[in-house]
């Protein structure tokens, strides 16, 4: 890069003197149509249930869940996640509860459709919610089945369509689950649903509060390396997307968020796609517990989600969407 100008004829501090300034210059900004609202749901009536470390995240049986949307609605916010809360009779080793057209996320979506028309609903699409043994696949054998599997998945994917899902987001990381998804969604009418593809998702140490949150995690005896990425490698990230764009990926997520923005910059700057971030449960519960114990500030909240959108990220899955829609809104 060429260096233009210098000292004392060339002064870049003239750019920061004021915040109208600053604001005026700024490249990156945050807004709440950045934001993606993950909802943790359960079995029950009228309860809403902490979730385990992670500190103002909750749990909300059906009944419950207009207040969190009604927060949605008020600031804003696109679109929301659903996450249940599998109760432990209803797990087994196939994930059967997922086909279950009166599950959580079902139901979930249907009254979202009903009573709050306007925002966008999003789906993970993997069984770790609901197997007996904490994984997102079928065991057979002592190992993750990959076809057995994604059988499975492009039902789960077709059932949530039917409910009136919009976004469809495959996170299981199995091989060749988006181009077989993308067909039975085609072939049964679906052609509007989106895809956003987990493309890049690490075997990261920062989900253990996500896993208490849908109940994994104490059924998990081992770890996910087999068909997450190595947190080691970019490379391989290539490959991910690209084959899951030609498969039919309308979007990619990068996941986690905050200690990979490389990998987020990367993507972005090498393909032609919607790059979308997942601020992870363990990043979210390092920053509020940090802001809770007043080691940081809540500005340090925003500065993070900034970072998203300086790497190339174009949304952000993020646990703090309701307190950075309200900052914006006061803001404003």
């Known amino acids: 890069m060429k260096i233009l100008g210098s000292y004392p004829k060339t002064r870049l501090r003239r750019l920061r003197k004021s915040s109208w300034l600053r604001n005026l210059v700024s490249e990156n900004n945050i ?9 943790f ?3 029950g009536k009228s309860k809403i249930e902490p979730v385990k470390n992670m500190p103002g995240i909750n749990r909300y049986t059906i009944d419950k869940l207009p207040i969190i949307m009604n927060q949605a609605k008020k600031y804003k916010i696109p679109m929301v996640a659903l996450f249940p809360y599998t109760p432990q009779n209803k797990k087994n080793n196939f994930g059967l509860e997922a086909l279950n057209p009166k599950n959580l996320v079902c139901r979930a979506i249907k009254l979202i459709k009903k009573r709050f028309t306007g925002i966008g609903v999003m789906c993970d699409v993997a069984l770790d919610p ?3 043994h904490g994984h997102d696949g079928v065991i057979i054998k002592n190992k993750i089945d990959n076809d057995a599997t994604v059988k499975i998945l492009v039902k789960q994917a077709l059932l949530q369509a039917s409910m009136g899902c919009d976004v469809i987001a495959p996170s299981d990381m199995m091989d060749g689950r988006v181009g077989l998804i993308r067909k039975a969604l085609d072939q049964n009418d679906f052609h509007d649903v989106s895809i956003l593809s987990y493309a890049v998702k690490y075997a990261s140490n ?3 509060p996500f896993r208490d949150a849908v109940g994994s995690k104490s059924k998990l005896k081992t770890n996910k390396k087999t068909y997450q990425m190595d947190y080691r490698n970019f490379s391989e990230a290539y490959r991910e997307v690209g084959l899951d764009i030609k498969e039919g990926a ?3 997520m990068v ?3 905050i200690i990979y923005l490389d990998i987020i910059n990367k993507i972005k700057n090498n393909f032609n796609v919607p790059i979308l971030a997942y601020q992870v449960s363990g990043e979210y519960s390092l920053l509020k517990n940090a802001i809770n114990n007043k080691i940081l500030n809540e500005n340090s909240i925003l500065e993070s989600l900034v970072a998203f959108k300086r790497a190339g990220a174009c949304a952000i899955v993020t646990y703090f969407a309701i ?10």
């Open 130 to 132: 609901y197997t007996s």
């Open 250 to 252: 309308d979007m990619i």
């Open 31 to 39: 807004s709440n149509n950045d934001l993606i609202l993950p909802i």
């Open 206 to 208: 920062f989900y253990g």
């Open 41 to 43: 749901i359960r079995e």
């Open 323 to 332: 307190d950075i829609a309200k900052k914006i809104r006061s803001i404003n």
């Open 255 to 257: 996941k986690p968020g």
